[in-house]
Each structure stands twice: as C-alpha cells, then as structure tokens.
C-alpha cells in the first residue's frame, strides 16, 4: 500500500458563504411504491453546513484563537479515498508503506476528524458524544435537516463497512434519549452474502434505504450523484475540525491549570 501525508486549512475557498438552502418537501410516505421521489441537494445542505462553519471559524479566531488546521493521511489506493482527500487539499505526496489501522489508533482521540480511532469507534456504539464518521454524518444531517421521519421506521442499510455502513445503522437505529441522539428506527443491514430475494423482501418493506443503487421508482426522497452525500461528507469534515480544535484547546488549558491547581512552578 502506499500512502500519502499533507497538510491543509480550513481555506476560505472550502468555506464559502452558502445560499439559502431550498429543498422540496412532502409528507412521507409509507407504500412500497412512489411515483417520483424527491431530489435531496447535499450540495445545498453542504453549503449551509459549510457556512454554520464559517461563521464559527471566525469567532473562533476574532476571540483571539489560532486558526484550525487539518491534516490527512491517506492509505492505499482506493479511488473514492483519493477523490476524498483531493476534494479537501487537491494535492497529496507519496510516502511509506503504511497500516491502516496502526494510522487510525495512533492518530489522538481529540485530533480524529474521521472518527477512525477504536475510542471514537466505541464512544459511538456506547452513543456517546465522539467524532462520527463524515460520510455517516452527512447521511444523517440528511435525513434530520429534511425532516425524514425515524422513528419506528424500517431501514435498510446496504452495505457493513466499518466506516460507513455500519456507523449509519448505529445512528439511525439507537436511543433518541440518549447522550448521542439516534434515529430510533428498525435497522436491517444487508451485505454481499445477503440472498437478494431476501434483499428484495426488505426494500419493499423498507421506509428508507441507504444505498449507492438508484432507488428513485420505489424512493420518497433520493440523493444525486454528484451533489448528494459527498458535498456533505466534506462539510461534516469541516465541522469536525473545528470541533477537534475547541477541544484540544480545552485540554491545553486544563494542562496549565493543573500544575498551578497543585501549587508547583511551571517553565
């Protein structure tokens, strides 16, 4: 595997103000069949996201705060990875054979925009407050920012990544009351072992379906490609980051109290 290692900003061109966010919306129907589904524009969601960033981002630095900065390390040579990262950066630099895994735990906790790390990972299936997967995230800012209904629904989920399949069921399927709010919903995850009469049986069951397939003929709202998840992937992304950096900079705080707290000299 190859890998590569850049450095990028929250840039301004990746935070550009966002227009006003139009969706078409209609009640949410329940049969299995749908005379025309409802285009959903991430690119428009991702626009709002990227401007709620924005705005955080410079009240973030005008309160005298330094400016966030994100770092990415790539590995391997998947083609959706690497048009992943350009979309952040543009740019990238062949290093090292790395393991993938090894990256992702040595990466800190508090620093793991892609919500990789086993803590995050955890944190996440235990519903608690950590930093969720971009690519989940968007989907689900999605589904809330389009008022798609959850809870009690049927769901299927198409595919059981550790990065996306598998992080979306567990937001759209745990406890709306907990720390880390879910969507409360019945979630079936199907993968390439999944007999497809049986996959049939629940799509047609299914009140929302997450998938790469085109489902516009049996879908009440559908997604684009381009201008669907990915635009929100990057957003989230964004978001993420200037999480990361409120938090770090709590930790550091914390860190200069401590030895004032106790009474011993700092340097």
């Known amino acids: 595997m190859a ?9 301004t061109r990746l935070l550009r103000p966002a227009q006003n966010c139009r969706l078409r ?24 996201i990227k401007q709620e960033v924005r705005q955080e981002v410079d009240e973030w630095v ?51 925009v892609d919500g990789f790390h ?40 198409a595919g059981r990544s550790k990065n996306v399949g598998m992080p979306i069921a567990m937001l759209l399927h745990t406890d709306g009351a907990h720390e880390r709010p879910g969507g409360d919903a019945t979630v079936t995850i199907s993968h390439r072992y999944t007999p497809k009469e049986q996959l049939k049986k629940h799509t047609i069951l299914a009140d929302i379906v997450v998938s790469a397939a085109g489902v516009r003929k049996k879908a009440g709202y559908i997604t684009p490609v381009p201008g669907g998840v990915g635009p929100m992937t990057v ?12 938090k770090v900079l709590r930790l550091e705080e914390r860190d200069v109290l401590k030895p004032k707290e106790l009474g011993v000299a700092t340097n």
């Open 3 to 11: 890998a590569a290692s850049l450095v990028s900003t929250l840039a």
């Open 25 to 48: 919306h209609r009640p949410f129907h329940l049969s299995a069949v749908r005379n025309e589904a409802v285009i959903i524009s991430g690119k428009k969601l991702a626009q709002q």
């Open 62 to 112: 005008a309160s005298g705060n330094k400016r966030p900065h994100l770092s990415v390390v790539l590995v391997g040579e998947n083609p959706a990875s690497h048009s992943y990262v350009l979309n952040k950066t543009r740019a990238a630099a062949d290093v090292e054979h790395i393991d993938e895994r090894k990256i992702c735990n040595a990466v800190s906790p508090d620093k793991d």
């Open 118 to 157: 086993v803590i995050n990972v955890g944190r996440m299936c235990l519903d608690q407050y950590s930093m969720l997967p971009a690519t989940p995230w968007g989907v689900w800012e999605i589904i809330k920012r389009t008022g798609i209904p959850t809870l009690g629904k049927n769901v299927v989920v």
């Open 235 to 246: 957003a989230m992304l964004m978001k993420n980051t200037i999480i990361a950096a409120k």
